[in-house]
């Protein structure tokens, strides 16, 4: 059997290689930073609004996408309420939400358009599940990326998260 640990850092080494060679491009790097809300409110991790604006600052080319505006068949929000936790609204008053099979297609379109270099996650436990959800149901056309998960979910779990043959770094230090 394969250590998983091993072919982690087998993965990692053959992504510095091909890191390395791409040198030269290094200022025009196409980061998609992606947050898999499990809910339907519209928060962002502060990591990564903090991540954006330091790539920007450094001239890479950035992109954001994030699931909280697609319809989920019940979001922590809603568990709360059904809990007495938070007290219960009618949230389509409130925000139009898109169709949950969209969100597959969406990202699918954004990596064939922008075609990332990296694509970054800052994701807890179940936004993680999302995550994982989401990108293997992703057509990558070319590379695939070289990934980066981060949060709270690589922190407390990091052998689950390198085991993902598509992760090839994962970070404790953005959320």
Not at 47 to 69: C, H, M, P, Q, R
Not at 159 to 168: A, D, G, M
Request: charged fraction near 30%; glycine fraction near 4%.
């Amino acid at each position: 059997m394969i250590d998983p640990i091993e072919e982690f850092r087998q993965r990692r080494k053959e992504a510095d290689e091909r890191m390395s060679q791409d040198v030269e491009l290094m200022d025009k790097l196409r980061i998609l930073l992606l947050f898999p809300n499990t809910s339907n409110e519209g928060v962002a991790p502060l990591a990564i609004s903090i991540l954006s604006s330091i790539a920007k600052k450094n001239g890479f080319d950035v992109k954001y996408f994030e699931t909280s505006f697609y319809k989920k068949s019940i979001t922590a929000g809603e568990e709360r309420e059904q809990t007495g936790e938070f007290k219960s609204i009618d949230r389509e008053k409130f925000v139009q939400l898109r169709p949950s099979k969209f969100m597959v297609e969406d990202l699918n379109t954004i990596f064939a358009n922008y075609q990332p270099d990296i694509l970054a996650v800052s994701a807890n436990s179940l936004e993680y599940n999302l995550f994982c959800d989401l990108i293997e149901n992703i057509t990558f056309e070319g590379k695939k990326p070289f990934t980066l998960v981060g949060g709270v979910h690589a922190t407390i779990s990091p052998e689950e998260v390198i085991e993902n043959k598509l992760i090839l770094q994962i970070s404790k230090i953005f959320g």
